[in-house]
């Protein structure tokens, strides 16, 4: 992976799950001082906004990097996987499934158990790429990528 597609990378899972994260605590542990407004902070509507916006910037982002970093390290051999990594490709999938699903689902319960499920996904994939930053790399991948 380059320098530029790690910075951004980076760059995109700072702001796609800080704002996710903004936006579940506005929507969910701030109460609202007005009983007659839809939104419980006047953030919470600009966090869901920059969220479902940005989103799309991950996909692409984790999309760049397929071949040359994911699916060539997962071909390799074992000693040079990384748990984190293959949990992380193997976590995208149902988060962007279930963020989609969120949004496009009308009936409450579909749309909560969606919204559950992409909670919990998230909230893995986030740890797992926190994990996935400090764990160092085997000797094999340090070397190829140097």
Sequence with gaps: MTEAE????HFINIVVGGS??????????????DPYSPASHPLETWMQAAHIFLAPLLVFGV????????WENYRNSLSTK?????????????????GYLVQISVDDD???????????????WTGGYLVHLVTPKSKKLRKKSK
């Design 20 to 33: 996710g994260l903004l936006y579940g605590y506005f929507r969910y542990f701030v109460v609202s001082r």
């Design 63 to 70: 999309g760049l990097i397929w071949n040359h970093h994911i």
């Design 110 to 124: 579909w749309r909560k158990a969606w919204s559950v499920a992409h909670w919990g996904t998230s909230l893995l």
């Design 82 to 98: 990384r748990f984190s990594g293959i949990s992380l490709a193997l976590l995208f999938v149902p988060m962007v499934a279930t």
């Design 6 to 9: 790690s910075r951004f990378q």
